[in-house]
């Protein structure tokens, strides 16, 4: 697993609890654990930039820092991503629902979500966002939003 891989507390100056794991980040079980998930986040997008797995942990990253409250970088991160993930519809699907949700631009919107759901039509169904892919609670309400346009 990737965060008993990271670097040492003393050496670096963060926090990785080993108890918490990613799932149950996602899930939003670990509110308090989720400031000290992200360095190692940052550890696996920083020591392997050059792999492509890089840019799902941005991804990952991204849905971390939406539901912790910091939506402008990770709308920023995912708009990014989307650049280099075209064809992941997970990080399209999102960046709708957080277009949509806090920066009140629909037809952005629009695009990304028909961008991800012409690759994965799944992700019209909540449950399938919840329930399979673990988005955090907040983002998965952005997505209700945008879904219901209200």
């Excluded at 360095?39 to 020591?47: N, R």
Aim: one cysteine or more; a negative charge.
């Amino acid at each position: 697993m990737i965060k008993e891989q990271c670097p040492s507390n003393e050496a670096n100056g963060f926090n990785v609890r080993l108890s918490c794991d990613p799932l149950n980040v996602r899930l939003g079980r670990c509110r308090s654990s989720v400031k000290p998930y992200v360095p190692s986040q940052i550890f696996v997008i920083e020591k392997y930039n050059d792999f492509a797995f890089s840019d799902y942990a941005r991804v990952g990253r991204s849905l971390i820092l939406y539901e912790v409250g910091n939506r402008e970088e990770a709308i920023a991160e995912m708009e990014d991503v989307s650049i280099s993930l075209k064809g992941y519809p997970e990080v399209h699907a999102a960046l709708a629902a957080a277009l949509y949700a806090d920066k009140h631009a629909p037809l952005l919107a629009e695009n990304q979500f028909t961008i991800a759901t012409l690759l994965d039509p799944h992700y019209t169904d909540l449950s399938y966002v919840k329930k399979t892919k673990h988005w955090p609670p907040s983002l998965v309400s952005s997505l209700y939003h945008f879904i219901t346009l209200s």
